[in-house]
């Protein structure tokens, strides 16, 4: 029996057992069946070695190089910097156990998509929309493209000249695009490649910072961060909710599998073990590099590091020529992130296309596998297209970490609902078939710590102008939740004006494309 068939029987892709048609029909997420979103492209290809890399990939990239400066910016001291890489990591986990629970009963391509569709039903497409207005409009590859061009710059010795980051930042996001388009088995070689190698480059640094604190190197008081640690810590809530952004942003990733759950074998199996462990790698190797970095500089100077506090960091143990060296090894890391999100983010976009999502010229181009029949290029591109306008629009120097921002605020909002939604089943669904079920106080920490981060940024900081000058503290936030609301219009446009203006009504149908994608096509008819 295929995998597929042995889903279908099981009745795993909807989560139920001994169930009448009707509740399969209820719960199914979207309008497609699990045979119909499953098929096309390369098929089931993705092993646990694959999917655990996929989320090292995916985790480790620009975060654990770049971020700690701005952490350390905003909080103002060493213990709560360090506090808050804790509370990240127990944020994290307890997020990844509440998707292991929606991935295992729904394990299909889409992450929160599929979550959301499978709960907020109705109006019909609702969900669907605003996720794809924050998928496709926040969900670019843009600051990781700018770490690599800037530390690519350093590493040459050259300054971060604006049209030289923007230049580099801008051929790496189309490499990246047209690698897994046109060659996707070696797409996926590369991103594992470079997860194994970025694996290395930081167990290096952790190794280098015990040797550190031994007092065996060159830097004269490694302890000198860690006495009185929390010296000049903040009292402004939004200081920390701006800085658990950006650690959250470090550790984004782990929900990684989830997105491309119709190329893992055994994907239930796998994701169980894949995601647990991708985190937990990443996680402790985190931890352990930030002490590397506080025993090796001064707090001055790492505040001044900007995108660059790796380098700083091998600057002060090993000279200036490490320095360079490590910026080119910063920037290899970096290329590792924006392969895999671009690879992942494709796939969502993809089965938002596939869901009947209106687009420019058609869905159905944007949903097929076009042209090899086994990757999407048309969603890579969907990617691309955001990516590009970012890099090229604002400063780079603005742009890191208001970029940064802008991500997180309407992810949270994202995931507030994802995590509500998930009650709501247990409480109305009790029946649903549960491979993996979250221990509810983790749920509800998740639930209490996303609703922190959805208030605490309209808080003032302590420094009355936030961490990105000169625009206002408030602005991500209000930008994150126009782009939401962007969402509800075009939704309100598409399924209510539009009709009501034109006579007409929408009426799906499935189309099968060349690569034997099934895809949900809307078309008008008259009302009668």
Known sequence: MSEKAHYAEKSVDVGLVNASEL?????NPGELTFEEDTAGGMGRHLGVFTCTMLIVGRIIGTGIFSTPSSILSSVGSVGASLMLWVL?????????????????????????????????????????????????????TASGCIVFADNILASAGRAADRWAVRGIALGVIFFATFLHGLTPRLGVLLMNALSVFKIVILFFIVVTGWVVVSGKTRIENPHANFHNAFAESSHSSNDYATATFKVLFAYSGWQNVNYVMNEVKNPVRTLKIAAPLG??????????????YFAAAS???IRKSGVTVASLFFGKVFGEEAEKALSAIVALSALGNIVTVTYTAA??????????????????????????????????????????IVIIAPPPEVAYPFILDVEGYPSQIVNLFVVLGLFWLRWKKPHIIRPFKVWLP????????AAFLLVAPFLRPANKVGDTPPLPYYLYCLVGISILAFGVLYWAVWRVVLPKVSGYEWAPTKQVLEDGTVVNVFSRRKVE
């Open 442 to 449: 983790f749920a509800f920490f998740f639930l209490a710590a």
């Open 347 to 388: 796939r969502v976009n993809q089965e938002l296309a596939k869901e009947g999502v209106p687009l420019p010229f058609g869905n159905r181009l944007w949903a097929s596998n076009w042209p090899t029949g086994k990757s999407p290029l048309p969603g890579l591109i969907i990617h691309l297209i955001p990516s590009a």
């Open 299 to 301: 707090k001055d100077e």
């Open 88 to 140: 990240g990591f127990v944020f994290s986990f307890c997020g990844l156990f509440v998707w292991l629970e929606y991935g295992t009963m729904f394990p299909r391509s889409g992450g929160e998509k599929v979550y959301l569709e499978a709960v907020y039903k109705k109006p019909k497409f609702l969900a669907t929309v605003i996720f794809a207005t924050n998928a496709i409009l926040l969900g670019f």
């Open 279 to 292: 985190l937990g790698i990443c996680a402790s190797l985190y931890l352990l590099a930030n002490i590397a």
């Open 23 to 27: 509740e399969l029909d209820e719960l």
